[in-house]
């Protein structure tokens, strides 16, 4: 079969970049026999064409900021026909809905069938008609319609008309390779960063430092936590999105950032990520609600992958984690005290936490990225037979 991706792709710093990386490795892992393409955008990449670390083929061929995808369409068509074209969809890179709806009529001259995954669902009753209507109109285009939540799932059943086109497949599940085998300090040493000791205990959220984050609440919850217990809470990543210029000021304390918080202000690479996930005691996820948009988190799966207590809220893009281990959610957001009670109940009962971390082990095994693709592979083959 051959398969082509519109998609971001690293090193653009993109969660759906990352996502694509880590699918594209586990249909590697299944399939040896694939022939894989990736029409990416033009972030850094200067050849005209590349081979990547799975054996994929990169063409750079569109740029997030432009709504004219004629030059994507031709090396399409000059690099085709393929089976399928499975476009990984996030409004702020495909935000045109004129171009974007013409790139898929134009696609359908050069596969068998398209298929594009909604990262972000547009809830009907809550935004303007324009921008539903621009999703309902990517419905109607596509042979295949892939989301990852059940809060996705069920949005889209009211808005489209062919429910066969619909079809829900988890996020994938990074299994976490560093787990044992490196340690606080040895992180620490690797980054640069000011002294951690092994018998630390490290708290950490994170990703892109964007407002929707609840970093500023972590931050204020960390204050009560070390009144009564002495923790670390380690922050990295890079600003995202609306606002994100205020984020470093949000994790101040009287204009500084405390001495128990570790800022590691860049864009960690996979490796790097990793790692520090593997040596952190507890993962926290204080997120807050994006009115009317479903989607679910990257770092949510990353953090399941490696095997760790998980503390979130009550949001949308967390709803996996409420589904599976609802006593690990915070109800109430934005409230500081009820995230400290919470870290500071997992630190005097970290026995009984146990078994939740048991459930969200056999979740992370269950949605690893090989089981992930084998359900892409089946979905390609049926819309593939469907439209021939």
């Not at 990416?40 to 740029?63: M, N, R, V, W």
Request: glycine share 6%; with cysteine; proline share 4%.
């Amino acid at each position: 079969m051959k398969i082509a991706y519109v998609t971001t792709y690293p090193p653009t710093p993109c969660g759906i970049a990352e996502y694509t990386s880590y699918l594209i490795e586990g249909l590697r892992n299944v399939s040896g026999s694939l022939e894989i393409y990736v029409f990416s955008d033009s972030y850094l990449k200067k050849k005209s064409y590349f081979t990547g670390h799975f054996g994929e083929i990169i063409i750079p061929a569109f740029q997030k900021d432009n709504s004219d995808y004629s030059n994507l369409v031709r090396l399409i068509g000059e690099y085709g026909p393929f089976n399928v074209v499975h476009i990984q969809h996030e409004y702020g890179i495909f935000p045109s809905p004129q171009g974007f709806i013409k790139l898929l009529r134009d696609l359908k001259k050069h596969t068998d069938a398209t298929a594009v995954t909604l990262h972000t669902v547009y809830h009907k009753n809550y935004f303007d008609q324009e921008k539903v209507a621009y999703q309902e109109r990517i419905l109607k285009n596509v042979d295949a319609v892939v989301v990852h939540s059940s809060l996705q799932e069920f949005e889209l059943l009211v808005q489209m008309e062919d429910h066969r086109k619909l079809y829900r497949i988890p996020h994938g599940t990074k299994i976490n390779a560093y787990l044992g085998k490196v340690t606080k300090e040895e992180f620490a040493r690797e980054l640069g960063l000011e002294i951690i000791r092994d018998n630390d205990f490290l708290i950490t959220s994170p990703g892109f430092l964007r407002i929707d984050k609840g970093l500023d609440v972590l931050v204020r919850a960390m204050e009560i936590v070390n009144s009564k217990y002495d923790a670390k809470l380690v922050i990295s990543g890079i600003e995202q999105g609306k606002h994100s210029e205020r984020i470093i000021d949000f994790i101040k304390v009287n204009g500084k950032i405390p001495n128990h918080i570790i800022l590691i202000h860049k864009f960690l690479n996979r490796e790097e990520l990793e790692k520090l996930l593997a040596v952190v005691d507890l993962i926290v996820m204080p997120y807050r609600s994006r009115s009317g948009k479903f989607s679910v988190s990257g770092i949510l799966h990353l953090a399941l992958g490696s095997m760790k207590p998980i503390i979130g809220t009550r949001t949308d893009r967390l709803i996996e984690l409420y589904e599976i281990a609802p006593d690990l959610i915070v109800r109430v957001l934005d409230d500081p005290k009820e995230i400290a009670n919470k870290i500071i109940d997992f630190m005097e009962n970290r026995k009984e936490y146990e078994v939740y971390v048991d459930i969200l082990r056999n979740y992370a095994l269950a949605t690893s990225w090989e089981k992930v693709a084998l359900k892409h592979m089946k979905v390609y083959n049926e819309i593939v037979k469907r439209t021939s």
